[in-house]
């Protein structure tokens, strides 16, 4: 399609030609519907038949259009109109830096002003990802609100694994930018490791950013040279001569910074742009003050260069090869790529197997929690920076994914859920109160551990009752974290067993589940990919070993792929990996980390009782002296009972056993601390004295899961919620008679009841059930009533009443602290729910709070944001490191 001034495409009007480029001509436009100018790039009609051209055209659009920065050129559409393929982007008024420095060198506070500004185009892009690879006069606007990053044609998202191959220009003027010496001029600003034809990465960006610190400042490019081959040379051998040598006028600090910018080792480089815009800023703040010594030649920068005449010697070479005959085309060497995913910015951790990348490698699910406490399901396509939240998927954990990559399960309220990847309603698929992870075959059948113990079951996706598929072998505990194979009959799963040294991944299938085959001893989940490898993690490492599925045997040695993978807890890695090997994990701790804090019914910080740790239910003793919680490590997040002295400031351990212990309760006139402790596989209740001497003693013992979550004023009774058992049912809520020593149901329907809580009085009980839908708090007489009362409105959870009877505090969904007046007495009378503060508890099984005896001070278990996660980290092309077969 030939433009000329007055063509219409869609709703923008051609006017005149910017410019062209190597990649297209760029148009001054009118957007007819905002009436606003815009500059049009249009693909060229020979490159628009070409499919590789308009993959990179498409690619340029979504990496510019992910970066919303104001010193980055904005895209405000992308369109295909009578052959034409375009970009609208922001036209901006002002020169190119290449255009200025045809005039000489900036002012000192210019070339620091743009400088940072620079910088901090190219940390957004990185923190998204994306790597420019292109930086160059050219490609940077000078305009009256500052310097604008132009030209991402051969920016690239940080995970491809191959670059791009050719040049780009967006030109912004009445010329063309492609003309003999464009080739020499890109040359100049490439880093070492460029020419050699390594991956490029966030430091070669930081490499071409020195470089043009450099011009900006003296007026003279970095490195200089007659030929191609004499100029690749000195990029990989030679530092530029000292600014401070070039120009007087030069802030001393300066040479450092660009000197360590243009190191020829990537790991000797500024690290980040953003802290080369932070020192850029940092010099213009000191003026002249701001010196530093030089920075000495690195070993490994001398090592290079042998490597400079031997680079252009090939160069001169593939010239003469190619001017008498053809070359003969290699697909590039594949090497290791690590890059990463950030979260979005308000998401702190990601939860119980909080990551899982789709089958096809094209989508990520998250399950991510915020500072307010609650979770959902959020999703990013791999070609795009922008996460998705799903509505309908709060509390999700345990995200598995069909294996058209087309929907996603997850684990919520106590059941197994399925949604389309692009959103919409959920569909309930069957019941499991405490999961423990599924996979999902193209016939339509998930595997699934629905709660803490027992073997893996069987449910259509479709909907239905569980039908037990695996059966416990002797010593065997658990059966979780399920994984089919390729042929969708096969599956892996990890058989948890009393002796931890026999805890492994196993092999089963679903025609002959009874035969279950020992893999390797491991006590984390596992997964297959496409090819024969098997990965698993063990001792925070992620480990990958051949695999032969007929034989279920490992083959030859295995290979440490990274370390520090996030534990949620000890039987559960957070990594997930594609059919493409596309491998994500979060590395660091998969816990968040909360703080112990008073606050006062306004919300306001009082003081601070522990700084960020990994807490859970914390309970005031009945004379507000002493707090008991559990406090678990961040590697593994068991847990062991402490007491804190609040008037001495001291704290005590009173447990130290290595499986975990949590929920405690004062018990016993807070003579002894009820807790529960995994010992058993089904988790049990014991007691401890609170003293910190003596033994604990075992209270309940039954085939279900146990939480006590409050103790009777009266010491009669203890409240707990119970699930699982051989059947998977749904939580419900149990009580132990003290006089009787026995368990039996207060409250069991099909329903999800928790988090019982004892009047002050011990004549009524409240606590939260999902009856209708949504969770909410309910109040009940003990020990026997029939009838209930709706305490919350719209949605509550984790209830805690006054000491004095008249209120009843609890959660909202969206995180505030609620308070309700009732009376007591003949019946049972409440008032509306009101708002006291943003309380940004943890959401639990148990309370995370307490309240003091006279309403007035709030112990928070509050979530922390001193610790955010580190970024997910995707690695590519892992397997190279195996050797060859």
């Not at 659009?61 to 992910?66: D, N, Q």
């Not at 847990?639 to 018990?667: A, H, M």
Request: glycine share 10%; net charge negative.
């Amino acid at each position: 399609m030939n433009l000329s001034p007055g063509t219409q495409l869609g709703p923008y009007k051609i006017l005149a030609l910017l410019g062209t480029g190597g990649m297209g001509e760029v148009w001054r436009a009118t957007d007819s519907r905002l009436g606003r100018s815009v500059a049009i790039k249009i693909l060229p009609p020979g490159f628009a038949h070409n499919e590789q051209f308009r993959a990179r055209f498409e690619r340029e659009a979504k990496t510019i259009s992910s970066l919303n920065h104001p010193n980055i050129c904005t895209l405000f559409d992308i369109g295909h109109e009578g052959g034409a393929h375009f970009l609208v982007l922001e036209l901006i008024e002002g020169e190119t830096l290449s255009d200025r420095l045809q005039k000489g060198a900036l002012p000192p506070d210019q070339t620091l002003k743009f400088g940072a500004q620079i910088a901090d185009a190219l940390d957004r892009a990185h923190k998204q990802g994306i790597i420019h690879r292109d930086l160059k006069p050219g490609n940077v606007m000078l305009a009256k609100t500052g310097a604008k990053l132009l030209d991402f044609g051969l920016a690239r998202s940080g995970v491809e694994s191959s670059p791009i191959q050719g040049l780009t220009e967006l030109a912004t003027q009445a010329k063309p930018l492609t003309q003999e010496g464009t080739i020499l001029g890109t040359f100049q600003y490439m880093a070492p490791e460029q020419l050699e034809g390594l991956e490029a990465d966030a430091r070669t960006d930081i490499f071409a950013l020195g470089a043009l610190l450099y011009e900006m400042a003296t007026g003279k490019r970095a490195f200089e040279a007659k030929s191609r081959t004499s100029l690749i040379a000195a990029i990989v051998s030679s530092h530029p001569v000292p600014i401070s040598q070039v120009t007087q006028m030069t802030p001393p600090g300066l040479d450092h910074v660009v000197r360590k910018c243009l190191e020829k080792d990537p790991d000797d480089r500024w690290q980040s742009a953003r802290d080369v815009a932070s020192e850029l800023r940092w010099i213009s703040e000191s003026g002249s003050s701001a010196a530093v010594a030089a920075t000495a030649t690195t070993p490994r920068s001398k090592a290079r260069k042998w490597l400079a005449w031997a680079l252009a010697g090939v160069t001169t070479a593939v010239a003469i090869a190619a001017s008498g005959a053809l070359v003969a085309r290699r697909e590039p060497p594949r090497h290791l790529i690590e890059s990463s995913i950030v979260t979005p910015a308000n998401m702190r951790t990601l939860l119980n197997g909080g990551i899982t990348i789709s089958p096809d490698g094209k989508t990520v699910a998250f399950a991510l929690n915020d500072l307010r406490g609650g979770n959902s399901l959020w999703v990013r396509a791999m070609d795009s920076p922008s996460f998705r939240q799903l509505a309908g998927t709060d509390g999700a954990t345990h995200p598995f994914w069909s294996p058209n990559s087309r929907r996603i399960g997850f684990f919520a309220g106590g059941k197994v859920k399925t949604i389309d990847v692009m959103g919409g309603a959920t569909n309930v698929v069957c019941d499991a109160p405490a999961g423990r992870g599924a996979s999902w075959n193209s016939d339509g059948t998930i595997l699934l551990t629905p709660s803490v113990i027992g073997g893996l079951m069987a449910v259509k996706a479709s909907g239905g009752a569980p039908e037990p598929l695996t059966q416990l072998r002797p010593g065997d505990t658990s059966h979780r974290w399920a994984f089919f194979l390729p042929d969708d009959r096969t599956f892996l799963f990890l058989a948890l067993n009393e002796s931890s040294a026999s805890t492994a991944i196993c092999q089963s299938s679903l025609d002959r589940p009874g035969e279950i085959k020992q893999v390797v001893n491991t006590s984390s989940s596992a997964a297959y990919v496409p090819g024969g490898y098997l990965l698993f993690a063990r001792d925070n490492l992620v480990l990958a070993q051949r695999y032969d599925s007929k034989r279920a045997a490992t083959i030859g040695e295995t290979i440490t792929l990274t370390d520090r993978v996030a534990l949620t807890d000890r039987f559960y890695a957070l990594f997930s990996v594609a059919n493409d090997r596309t491998l994500l994990l979060q590395r660091g701790s998969g816990f968040t980390l909360s703080e112990l804090v008073w606050v006062d019914r306004s919300g306001k910080l009082e003081g601070l009782v522990a700084e960020a740790g990994l807490y859970f239910s914390p309970s005031l003793s009945q004379d507000g002296s002493r707090l008991v919680v559990d406090v678990s490590n961040t590697t593994d997040g068991q847990g062991d009972i402490w007491i804190f002295d609040l008037v001495r400031g001291v704290s005590t351990r009173l447990t130290y056993d290595k499986t975990n212990e949590s929920s405690p309760q004062w018990f016993a006139g807070d003579k002894r601390i009820v807790f529960y402790t995994g010992k058993a596989s089904t988790g049990n209740i014991y007691d401890v004295p609170s003293g910190g001497t003596g033994e604990a003693q075992l209270l309940v013992d039954d085939e279900r899961e146990k939480r006590p979550t409050d103790v009777s004023s009266d010491g009669a009774w203890i409240v707990f919620n119970s699930s699982g058992g051989p059947t998977g049912s749904s939580s419900d809520i149990w009580v132990w008679s003290v006089a009787e020593k026995k368990a039996k149901p207060w409250l069991a329907t099909p329903f999800t009841e928790e988090c019982g809580f004892f009047s002050p009085d011990s004549k009524w009980l409240a606590y939260q059930s999902d009856e209708s839908g949504r969770t909410e708090i309910y109040v009940r007489a003990f020990p026997d009533s029939d009838q209930k009362w709706m305490i919350s409105k719209d949605g509550g959870i984790m209830p805690v009443w006054s000491s004095d009877g008249k209120e009843i505090f609890y959660v909202s969904p969206d995180g505030h602290m609620m308070t309700v007046a009732v009376t007591t007495g003949a019946s049972f009378e409440t008032s509306p729910p009101v708002a006291l503060f943003d309380a940004a508890v943890r959401t639990r099984q148990t309370p995370q709070y307490d309240v003091s005896s006279d309403g007035r001070h709030f112990l928070l278990n509050r979530l922390s944001d001193s610790a955010p996660p580190e970024p997910v980290t995707m690695l590519q092309n892992w397997d190279v490191m195996f050797p060859e077969k």
